[in-house]
């Protein structure tokens, strides 16, 4: 069934959509993130004008996002006072990051930065989360205890605040850092920043893997509505009917994803969600390595 | 909603030079974009309307064009650097139409000489227009032809040669194939008669390409009350993602 996309101006196979936003969604679901840097590239590739992808896919991840916290809320694994710490960073750091992206729009090749960062940001978390995962499953299969929080520098620093979902008591200062950074990372790449903020609080900030996934969910709603509205302000690129489509595959998606994220395993996801990024990472790499069937491209113009 | 056989717009030019008139017919003057638009077809069709008898040193041809509102466009060019492929030469094509569509009835280098082709603006090439590329670049002809080569690989160039049926020298018809990826605005469209590769007469009419009904209403308002339109966008989405948790939890129960 084709459906006319008024916005993007193209039409598209609606079953499609529903089946892209549902494969999106299982995975948002179970790992705590958007989605955004696999659905984004995969809406370039099905011919959606890049502009009006980046918008209509922030709009998407609101609502997956809203449904997977929901299922999280239920269980209490959401620390909503360090959802908010981080998200008090996260605004400011996209401020900041808004500002860093036009500068580097008026240097020109800004779309490389964009994939180069893809590339070393994906490659660096997933290669680390994998090494990680792997050694900790091995410890279990040997049958050793999981290796104890340590004690860092970190627990040194002032504003110690108690987070009692996630079981820390910890200053405020290093969430904040961790939202700021990825607020900026976010703006200039363009997605809700999950897949950097899952590990950032697993192995930064040390909290549960259970509850980082929907700490992150409630972070991300915040970030992409103010993405969508900005987007939807200021470009006009946020496609309604797309939006729709996506999300009605997603939230549904986010739904069965989240139940089996319940299901597994900590390692097992963290082990899956390595994978899935490193997957992304080699596809980015590639692309700008192998030499490219069609050397030209077309945009509008005005452009960089 | 295909082929409407709708406003058939009998006009006649009157070129007080040309012997031999063009009298059109259009199966639809108006192609309306709904929620389920999947191209559309749009039948071309008329008669040569003559004082005196046909000549007949040059057999009559006759070339149908379609063409959708012009906008510049930036081509851009990859090079290896450093290892890695990025975009570094670009060429800003002032003028190229979103859609042209070009249908004859002979080859087009029968149909029509050069120097009428540069008159016109008929041939693809021709119809786009690209003043000057920067100093650095050497080959901007490539540009404009990769820029051809994409959009008529997305069907949104096309040269059909050969398909529009003549009758008797007199009654011509061909159907042109509008793609599903349409933007909006008044496609012009011409018909040439030629002979001996020179324009005898020619015609010109618009079809206007329309959103209708929901694509129209959210276009409009994502354009005018852009702040209500995202806050809608938002809406649907939290809506959404409230139900699909609603109707989940209501299933396990």
Known sequence: MQIYLPIAEVSVNAFLLLGLGGLVGVLSGMFGVGGGFLMTPLLFFIGIPPAVAVATEANQIVAS???????????????????TVLLIGGLIGAAIGVVVFNYLKAQGQVDLLVKLCYV?????????????????IRNTKKGKPPARKKHNWIHGL????RFRVSGLYISVIPPVVVGVAVGILAAIMGVGGGFIMVPAMIYLLGMPTKVVVGTSLFQIIFVTAFTTML?????????????????VGGVIGAQIGTRIGVKMKAEQLRILLAIMVLAVCGKLGLDLLLQPSELYSLGAAGGH | MRSLFLALAFVVVNLPAAAEEIVLGLSSDQVSINTNFDGSEILVFGAVKRDAPAPDDNSLQVIVTVSGPSEPVTVR??????????????????????????ATSAPLSEALSETEDQRHKISIPRAIRSVGAPMNITDSESFTEALIRIKTRSSQYQLNEST???????????????????????????????????????????????????????????????????????????AAGWLASAVFTAFRR
């Open chain 1, 158 to 161: 002032p504003f110690k605040m």
């Open chain 1, 120 to 136: 070393v940001f994906l490659g660096v978390i997933g290669g680390l989360m994998f090494m990680e995962s792997l050694r900790a």
């Open chain 2, 77 to 102: 060019r990859k090079e290896k650097r450093f290892g890695i492929w990025v975009n570094t030469d670009a060429v800003e094509v002032d003028r190229a139409p979103s859609f042209y569509a070009i």
């Open chain 1, 65 to 83: 996002s809203f449904s997977g916290v929901l299922a999280h809320f239920k269980r209490k694994t959401v620390d909503l006072r360090m959802g």
């Open chain 1, 231 to 247: 987007h939807a302000t200021t470009n006009y690129t946020v496609d309604v009917v797309l939006a729709v489509l996506l999300l």
């Open chain 2, 164 to 238: 529009v049926s003549v009758d008797e020298e007199t009654l011509f018809r061909t159907a042109i194939k509008l793609p599903a990826a349409l933007t909006e605005g008044d496609y012009q469209t011409r018909i040439f008669l030629t002979r001996g590769g020179a324009v005898v007469s020619q015609y010109d009419t618009s079809i206007y390409v329309r959103k209708v009904g929901m694509e129209r209403w959210l276009f409009t308002l994502s354009r005018e009350n852009a702040f209500i339109y995202g806050l809608m966008s938002l809406g649907i989405a939290i």
